[in-house]
C-alpha cells in the first residue's frame, strides 16, 4: 500500500502565501511523476502543476508566475509554493503520485495515488 499526506492548508488572506507539502509512503520501489491538483464543487478536478522526477515542471496558466513545484526524492515529498494567492485559488487541493510498488518480492507494479485532500481558502 502506499499513502499520500498532505499538510499546509488553511485561509489566507488575497496575495499571501501559502506551501503544501505531500509525502508518500509504503512500500514504494519508485515515484516518478508527481503533482498538484484543485478542485472546487460543481466542476472537475483540474491540474495546477506537475514535476517529473528528474525535475522537469509543468504549470497551468492560472499558476504560472505564482506558484512553484518542487520535490525532495529522498523523502518522496512534492511540495507547492503558492504566492500572490487570489480568491479564485480556493479550492481542495490533492496530490498525485505515480509510483513503482513491489508487490510481491521482485514483482513490481505501476500505482497510481492520490491524497486526501487539503483546503485553501482565500479570502479577507
Known amino acids: 500500500q502506499v499513502q499520500l499526506v498532505e499538510s499546509g492548508g488553511g485561509l489566507v488572506q488575497p496575495g499571501g502565501s501559502l506551501r503544501l507539502s505531500c509525502a508518500a509512503s509504503g512500500n514504494i520501489f519508485s515515484v516518478n511523476a508527481m503533482g498538484w491538483y484543485r478542485q472546487v464543487p460543481g466542476k472537475e478536478r483540474e491540474v495546477v502543476a506537475t514535476?517529473?522526477?528528474?525535475?522537469?515542471?509543468n504549470y497551468a496558466d492560472s499558476a504560472k508566475g505564482r506558484f512553484t513545484i518542487s520535490r525532495d526524492n529522498a523523502k518522496n515529498t512534492v511540495y507547492l509554493q503558492m504566492n500572490s494567492l487570489k480568491p479564485e485559488d480556493t479550492a481542495v487541493y490533492y496530490c498525485?503520485?505515480?509510483?513503482?510498488?513491489?508487490?510481491?518480492?521482485?514483482?513490481?507494479?505501476?500505482?497510481?495515488?492520490w491524497g486526501q485532500g487539503t483546503l485553501v481558502t482565500v479570502s479577507s
Open positions: 498525485n503520485a505515480n509510483t513503482v510498488v513491489e508487490y510481491l518480492s521482485g514483482r513490481y507494479r505501476y500505482l497510481e495515488v
Open positions: 514535476i517529473t522526477s528528474g525535475g522537469g515542471t
